[in-house]
């Protein structure tokens, strides 16, 4: 089983390999792209808050430094990209919002004060990223785009989770905190058995499925955890959220590659 580790240094990896892609090649990678921004907003949010509660500090500061730069480098490729009129204006409302999230991210060292406004912005910057994934993918207009975009979306749900998780534990968390939160868990569970049953999926998928469903198992069990003032249980929250992390982005990286 992999260290924490070699599986962070693993995905950092794969985020490199994707960038070292100087353009989108196709419909599909520009699903997997625009579904990764989704994800990246919630990160952003996790990692703050746990920076801002001292909860592995150092890797959770690697992790928003990481996650600003993807995103910046990302939005300047699909806003390029972008095959119609509406899919660039979402993407130029959208550079607008990353703006003042990035400012808020960035401009100050993190504070309750600034958490609940992360919270909310994180809010506004995924509503487009979503908005314009769903415009990708009504373009493809491919059984393979959808799976790329539902898979896609299983990462966002991931750090969604995480992020509602310690905005509690941090006490900033707003009054419909609980509800998304499990509303977050109730999609990522449907969605998981969904892709299982999947036609399209090839025995690797599947396989790499079964992989998700285990980390799924340990990163429930870290969400059921009452938060404490040894913050074990936010440290497990950030441990397995990467994991999980890590093994749906090998996923949608499958699910890219079928055929059109």
């Given at each position: 089983?992999?260290?924490?580790?070699?599986?962070?240094?693993?995905?950092?990896?794969?985020?490199?390999?994707?960038?070292?892609?100087?353009?989108?090649?196709?419909?599909?990678?520009?699903?997997?792209?625009?579904?990764?921004?989704?994800?990246?907003?919630?990160?952003?949010?996790k990692a703050y808050f746990q920076i801002?509660?001292?909860?592995?500090?150092?890797?959770?500061?690697?992790?928003?430094?990481?996650?600003?730069?993807?995103?910046?480098?990302?939005?300047?490729?699909?806003?390029?990209?972008?095959?119609?009129?509406?899919?660039?204006?979402?993407?130029?409302?959208?550079?607008?919002?990353?703006?003042?999230?990035?400012?808020?991210?960035?401009?100050?060292?993190?504070?309750?004060?600034?958490?609940?406004?992360?919270?909310?912005?994180?809010?506004?910057?995924?509503?487009?990223?979503?908005?314009?994934?769903?415009?990708?993918?009504?373009?493809?207009?491919?059984?393979?785009?959808?799976?790329?975009?539902?898979?896609?979306?299983?990462?966002?749900?991931?750090?969604?989770?995480?992020?509602?998780?310690?905005?509690?534990?941090?006490?900033?968390?707003?009054?419909?905190?609980?509800?998304?939160?499990?509303?977050?868990?109730?999609?990522?569970?449907?969605?998981?058995?969904?892709?299982?049953?999947?036609?399209?999926?090839?025995?690797?998928?599947?396989?790499?499925?079964?992989?998700?469903?285990?980390?799924?198992?340990?990163?429930?069990?870290?969400?059921?955890?009452?938060?404490?003032?040894?913050?074990?249980?936010?440290?497990?929250?950030?441990?397995?959220?990467?994991?999980?992390?890590?093994?749906?982005?090998?996923?949608?990286?499958?699910?890219?590659?079928?055929?059109?």
């Open positions: 089983m992999k260290t924490l580790l070699s599986a962070l240094l693993a995905f950092f990896l794969s985020l490199a390999g994707h960038e070292a892609q100087a353009q989108i090649s196709d419909i599909n990678s520009a699903i997997n792209k625009a579904g990764r921004q989704r994800m990246l907003s919630q990160r952003m949010a801002g509660q001292q909860i592995d500090v150092d890797r959770s500061r690697k992790i928003l430094d990481g996650s600003i730069a993807v995103f910046d480098r990302q939005l300047v490729e699909l806003k390029n990209y972008a095959p119609t009129p509406e899919i660039k204006e979402t993407y130029l409302k959208l550079e607008k919002s990353w703006l003042a999230y990035k400012d808020v991210l960035v401009g100050a060292t993190p504070s309750p004060e600034n958490g609940r406004k992360v919270l909310a912005i994180s809010e506004e910057v995924l509503e487009l990223a979503h908005q314009a994934t769903v415009q990708l993918e009504k373009k493809s207009g491919s059984n393979a785009g959808r799976l790329v975009n539902v898979s896609g979306r299983q990462r966002m749900l991931s750090q969604r989770m995480a992020k509602y998780y310690q905005a509690a534990s941090w006490g900033i968390a707003d009054s419909g905190a609980g509800a998304n939160l499990g509303r977050a868990r109730k999609d990522f569970s449907e969605a998981l058995q969904e892709l299982g049953g999947a036609p399209a999926n090839t025995g690797l998928i599947n396989d790499s499925l079964g992989l998700v469903k285990q980390q799924w198992i340990f990163f429930e069990s870290a969400l059921n955890q009452k938060t404490g003032g040894d913050k074990r249980a936010q440290l497990a929250v950030a441990t397995t959220s990467e994991r999980i992390l890590e093994e749906m982005e090998g996923v949608v990286g499958l699910y890219e590659k079928l055929p059109k």
